[in-house]
């Protein structure tokens, strides 16, 4: 089992920056990869970006540029620093790990606004 708290949420203005984190606590040697989805109201939850061991990343095209995800030396936290920030970023996030066996575990997500 993997547990996962997601902390950094809030407001921002466009243009604005957010830094989202989510620590992992639990069977975390099993993490193969950790990333974060989002999902808007009425829309389906999207990948936003993930890493894996290897600190190989994959961004969803719409943030390309503008957000970058990262891991800490113990591989145990992620981060999402999101820059020029839309009111189309405007979503829920989801922390997710995906384990050695294909399982995946999600944050209880956080709130991100943009808005002036």
């Known amino acids: 089992q993997v547990q996962l708290v997601e902390s950094g949420g809030g407001s921002a203005q466009p243009g604005g920056s957010l830094r989202l984190s989510c620590a992992a606590s639990?069977?975390?040697?099993?993490?193969?990869?950790m990333g974060w989805y989002r999902q808007a109201p009425g829309k389906e939850r999207d990948l936003v970006a993930n890493?894996?061991?290897?600190?190989?990343?994959n961004y969803a095209d719409s943030v390309k540029g503008r957000f970058t995800i990262s891991r800490d030396n113990t591989q145990a936290t992620v981060y999402l620093q999101m820059n020029s920030l839309k009111p189309d970023d405007t979503a829920v996030y989801y922390c997710?790990?995906?384990?050695?066996?294909?399982?995946?575990?999600w944050g209880q997500g956080t709130q991100v606004t943009v808005s002036s």
């Open positions: 639990g069977s975390i040697s099993s993490i193969k990869v």
């Open positions: 890493i894996d061991n290897g600190g190989r990343t």
């Open positions: 997710t790990v995906k384990n050695a066996y294909y399982r995946l575990y």
